[in-house]
């Protein structure tokens, strides 16, 4: 069975490519790290609950995308240009100039709301793709004790989606089997509170777990079964570094 990688690797590379994206600025470069974290995701994931998580980061970004363009669009400061529709306009104080809601909307707008849009989600997308690539167990067993509330926090964090895709599961699982139906708007409405509750009560039940198991309590960090750090893992932080220090 092949080895995975440390588990800082794909964090120093996501962390890379994010500032990388950022510093670009660049809609363009946005869709390439998109692309490129993608293809990494769906060549080393392993096939674990946190593996699955990137698909829902995925349908996360386009919803935010989705709902960034349309704010942007219909609420700002006009920019002039080309215009492609125009949306009825509502009339807003004296103390709030330059400011309107609807109006022509032009071309100029349009590319201005999907730049900084997508910008958005793919630092989103990047740092889901790190999140399922990465087991958060093996991450706890690498992070200092000296920071081990933090590192419970982290861990919380790193673990409600991959957790939450597995409840997704589950709970559609159970609705077929008592005939109920998984599709439309009723069924999501009918999802979300056991969702939330479950994939939530489980990443506490790690943290109580842990606190349980005295993490935290030894500053001395046990031996048994080190993560080492290999060349692979060398090569992947310094790609990402690479195209940081080429941005």
């Not at 200092?144 to 989606?161: G, M, N, R």
């Not at 895709?165 to 509170?193: E, P």
């Amino acid at each position: 069975m092949k080895k995975p990688p440390h588990p800082y690797t794909w964090w120093i590379w996501s962390l890379a490519i994010a500032i990388s994206v950022v510093r670009f600025n660049n809609p363009y470069c946005a869709i390439a790290a998109i692309a490129l974290v993608g293809f990494v995701v769906m060549s080393q994931r392993e096939d674990a609950p946190w593996g699955k998580s990137f698909n829902w980061t995925l349908k996360i970004a386009i919803w935010i995308l989705t709902v960034r363009t349309l704010i942007g669009v219909t609420i700002g400061v006009p920019i002039p240009g080309t215009t492609i529709f125009t949306l009825p306009r509502m009339p807003l104080p004296d103390w709030m100039p330059g400011i309107r809601v609807g109006g022509a909307v032009t071309a100029e707008r349009l590319a201005s709301a999907l730049s900084e849009g997508l910008i958005i989600c793919a630092i989103i997308v990047i740092f889901g793709a790190a999140s399922s690539l990465t087991s958060p167990h093996r991450l706890l067993r690498v992070l200092p004790v000296h920071i081990y509330e933090f590192a419970t926090a982290v861990v919380i964090a790193t673990s409600v989606l991959p957790q939450l895709v597995t409840s997704v599961a589950r709970i559609r699982q159970a609705q077929r089997l008592r005939g109920q139906s998984t599709k439309g708007i009723s069924s999501y409405r009918r999802l979300a509170i056991p969702l939330l509750e479950e994939s939530l009560a489980r990443s506490l039940d790690l943290a109580a777990a842990m606190d349980a198991r005295g993490y935290g309590v030894s500053r001395k960090r046990s031996r048994y079964r080190p993560i080492n750090w290999q060349l692979r893992d060398t090569a992947i932080a310094a790609s990402g570094l690479l195209i940081l220090a080429l941005s």
